[in-house]
C-alpha cells in the first residue's frame, strides 16, 4: 500500500520513551466503509489514492490494515478540563505516523475513535459519525478561512454501534495535524517531576517547532514567548470569525498553534458576547467572551511547567515567567483592534477608532444583528437586504464610520479590498452542518458535498452563496455535544 499510495514515514515521537506514549494498535471494526474523502488535503500530502479500492481504504482509514512504515502509539498527556487538573491521555486515538512531504514538511497522522488504549479510564474507545462528520466540516472550514488548524483526511464508519444516550452509527475520523503536543502533554511530563523528562520534550518541541530559537539563551522562556504569540494570533482569528471552541481545556491546546479538537464548537450567529452552545459548559467558562482569559489560563498554565527550566532559582523563574504572561493583555488588545480595523476597512490608526469599534458591536448586541451578515452588509449594502439595517442608531453610527473611512485620504474601493479579505461572505452555520450530518447519516452524503464546497471560498461571492448566509432565527437554544 506504500507504493500505491506514497505513504513517508519517520515516527519520531514513537521513538521518545515509553514515558511519553503507549505502543498499541488500533483495534480492528467488523464492517469498515470509507464515508468522505479529503483528496485536496491528500494532493497536498502528495498522497495518491487513485489505484486503492474501495475496501482497501475502507480497511485502511479505519485502521484494520496499517501501511508500511507507520508505528501506532497512544500520547499521555494530562490537562484542566473546566478548570480541573486530570492526568489523561489518548483515550480514543491513535497516533499511527509521521508522514514527510518533499518539502520536509512532517505531520501526524491519526485515527480519532480508533478504540480502547491505557489512557481510556472506562471508555469504549470509539467515536460517532455525527461528531467526526462535524470535525471534518468545520476543520474544514477553519482552514479555508486561512486560520491554522488540523484538518481531516477521512471519515469512516465501523459498521458497529456504540452506546451513547442511544445507539449511534460507530466512525473513525483521519486527523493531520503538524503535532498532537499539547500544553497538557507538558503538564503531564511536568508533574512526574523529572527534569530530564521536561528538557527531552522541550528539546523535541523547539527541534520540531521552532528550531528558530534552538539558539536562545533561555530555550524554555523564548518557547513560552513563541507559543503565547502564536495563541494571541489563534484567538484573535476565531474571534474575527464569530467562531466558539467550545472546550479549551489544556488538553486541548496545541503547543503548534493550531485549532485542534473540535467537539463541541460552531460559529456564533447573533452576537452575543457570552454565547455557548456547549452543552457541558453550564457556567459559560468558554464563551466567546471569555476565550481569550482562557487562552491566558491556558498559557499561565503552560509557563508553570517550564519553571523548573526556565531557571535554577525557582522565585527568579516564576518573576521571569510572570512577567511575559503579564504582556498578553497588552499584546491581545492592540491585535484584537488592529483586526477589528481591517474588518472594517480602517486603513491606519486614529485614536477614536476603538469608540467607533465598541459602538458598532454594542448597536449589533443590543439589536441581535447577525455578526457575520452585519460586516457583509457594511461591504455591499445592496446584498444581504435587511430591515435591521435601516435602524436609525445603525445608519448615524455608518454615517460616522464613512467619515472615518475617508479620513486617512484612502479610497472606499481599497478600504473595501482589505474588508473583503477578513470578513467571510460564508461560515458553516449551524443549521446547515446539522443539515449535513443528518443526511449524511442517512447515506445522503449530497448536503455535506455542498457545504465543503461552498466553504472553499468563503471570502468570494458565489453561485450559492446566499442559500449558506442566512442564519434560522429559533427560539429554540442551539446546542452541541463532545463527540465521546
Not at 100 to 126: E, L, V
Not at 279 to 306: H, V
Request: charged share 25%; proline share 3%.
Amino acid at each position: 500500500m506504500k507504493n500505491k499510495i506514497n505513504w513517508n514515514f519517520d515516527n519520531s515521537y514513537s521513538r521518545l520513551s515509553n514515558v511519553f506514549k503507549e505502543n498499541i494498535e488500533p483495534v480492528s471494526v467488523k464492517n469498515p466503509e470509507l464515508v468522505i474523502l479529503n483528496e485536496d488535503l491528500a494532493k497536498s500530502l502528495e498522497l495518491n489514492f487513485s489505484n486503492v479500492s474501495r475496501n482497501e481504504l475502507s480497511s485502511l482509514f479505519t485502521g484494520n490494515s496499517l501501511p508500511n512504515g507507520s508505528n501506532s502509539i497512544a500520547q499521555a498527556y494530562a490537562g484542566h478540563q473546566f478548570g480541573y487538573f486530570t492526568m489523561l491521555g489518548d483515550g480514543r486515538a491513535v497516533l499511527i505516523g509521521e508522514h514527510i512531504t518533499s518539502k520536509n514538511k512532517r505531520y501526524d497522522i491519526q485515527f480519532k475513535g480508533s478504540g480502547r488504549t491505557a489512557f481510556s479510564r472506562n471508555g469504549d474507545g470509539r467515536a460517532a459519525l455525527g461528531p467526526m462528520l462535524r470535525e471534518y466540516i468545520i476543520s474544514e472550514a477553519i482552514n479555508y478561512l486561512n486560520i491554522p488548524s488540523t484538518r481531516s483526511l477521512a471519515v469512516a464508519k465501523t459498521g458497529e454501534n456504540i452506546i451513547r444516550e442511544k445507539l449511534l452509527k460507530g466512525a473513525v475520523l483521519t486527523r493531520v495535524a503538524s503535532s498532537h503536543i499539547r500544553v497538557g502533554t507538558f503538564q503531564y511530563i511536568a508533574a512526574r517531576e523529572k527534569i530530564e523528562d521536561l528538557n527531552i520534550l522541550l528539546s523535541y518541541v523547539i527541534d520540531r517547532h521552532y528550531p528558530q530559537i534552538n539558539n536562545s539563551k533561555n530555550k524554555a522562556l523564548q518557547l513560552l514567548k513563541v507559543v503565547m504569540n502564536k495563541q494571541i494570533n489563534l484567538v484573535i482569528d476565531w474571534m474575527r470569525v464569530g467562531f466558539i471552541h467550545g472546550v479549551m481545556n489544556t488538553d486541548n491546546m496545541s503547543i503548534s498553534g493550531e485549532t485542534i479538537d473540535y467537539g463541541p464548537c460552531a460559529f456564533m450567529d447573533t452576537y452575543d458576547p457570552k454565547t455557548v452552545f456547549s452543552s457541558i459548559d453550564k457556567t459559560g467558562r468558554y464563551a466567546y467572551c471569555n476565550q481569550p482569559a482562557i487562552i491566558k489560563w491556558n498559557l499561565s498554565r503552560f509557563a508553570e511547567c517550564l519553571i523548573p527550566i526556565i531557571h535554577k532559582d525557582q522565585n527568579q523563574a516564576v518573576l521571569m515567567a510572570t512577567e511575559i504572561i503579564n504582556s498578553f493583555d497588552k499584546i491581545y488588545e492592540e491585535k484584537w483592534l488592529n483586526m477589528m480595523r481591517n474588518k472594517l476597512g480602517l486603513i491606519e490608526k486614529d485614536e477614536k477608532d476603538k469608540s467607533l469599534i465598541l459602538d458598532l458591536l454594542k448597536w449589533m448586541h443590543i439589536n441581535k444583528a447577525d455578526y457575520t451578515n452585519t460586516f457583509c452588509n457594511l461591504m455591499d449594502e445592496n446584498n444581504l437586504k435587511n430591515k435591521i439595517y435601516e435602524n436609525s442608531d445603525f445608519l448615524d453610527w455608518k454615517k460616522k464610520w464613512k467619515l472615518r473611512l475617508l479620513k486617512k485620504n484612502k479610497s472606499l474601493n481599497d478600504c473595501v479590498k482589505l474588508m473583503n479579505s477578513v470578513n467571510p461572505l460564508v461560515i458553516p452555520r449551524n443549521h446547515k452542518v446539522e443539515e449535513a450530518i443528518d443526511a449524511a447519516e442517512q447515506n445522503n452524503l449530497e448536503p455535506t458535498y455542498q457545504l465543503l464546497e461552498i466553504l472553499k471560498k468563503p471570502y468570494s461571492f458565489q453561485k450559492n452563496t446566499s442559500i449558506y448566509q442566512m442564519p434560522i432565527i429559533s427560539n429554540k437554544n442551539y446546542q452541541t455535544f463532545c463527540g465521546t
